[in-house]
C-alpha cells in the first residue's frame, strides 16, 4: 500500500517560515484527497489544508492567508508553505491522502514532523 513521509519540520522563531512536504511511495491507481492536518499539545487533530478531490483547496480559518498549499502532480507530492509562523501552530503535522492502491480504497497517514514556533 501507499506510504507517506513527511519533511521538513524543526524549530522556528515566531514570525518565521517553513516549508513542509509529503511525498507518497509504493504503488498506487489513484490519489485523491491530499491534506495536511496537525495536532497541536492538548488539542484534538485538526485539518489545516487540503486539495479536496473535488478540486476545493480549503483551508483552517486560523491558517488562512499565512499558509499556502501546493501540489505537484508528477511526483504527487504536497506540499504547505507555512509563514507568519505564530507559537499556537506549533504541533505535529500529518499529511493525508486518499487514495486507491493495492489494498483498495481508503486513507493513509504519515508519521508527522514536528514544527515549534518558539523564541
Known amino acids: 500500500q501507499v506510504q507517506l513521509a513527511e519533511s521538513g519540520g524543526g524549530l522556528v522563531q515566531p514570525g518565521g517560515s517553513l516549508r513542509l512536504s509529503c511525498a507518497p511511495s509504493?504503488?498506487?491507481?489513484?490519489?485523491?484527497?491530499m491534506e495536511w492536518h496537525r495536532q497541536s499539545p492538548g488539542k484534538q487533530r485538526e485539518l489545516v489544508a487540503e486539495?479536496?478531490?473535488?478540486?476545493?483547496?480549503n483551508y483552517a480559518e486560523s491558517v488562512k492567508g499565512r499558509f499556502t498549499i501546493f501540489r505537484d502532480n508528477i511526483e504527487n507530492k504536497v506540499e504547505l508553505q507555512m509563514d507568519s509562523l505564530k507559537p499556537e501552530d506549533t504541533g505535529v503535522y500529518y499529511c493525508r491522502f486518499e487514495v486507491y492502491d493495492a489494498q483498495g480504497y481508503g486513507e493513509r497517514w504519515g508519521p508527522g514532523t514536528r514544527v515549534t514556533v518558539d523564541t
Open positions: 509504493g504503488f498506487f491507481h489513484e490519489i485523491y484527497d
Open positions: 486539495f479536496a478531490s473535488n478540486g476545493e483547496i
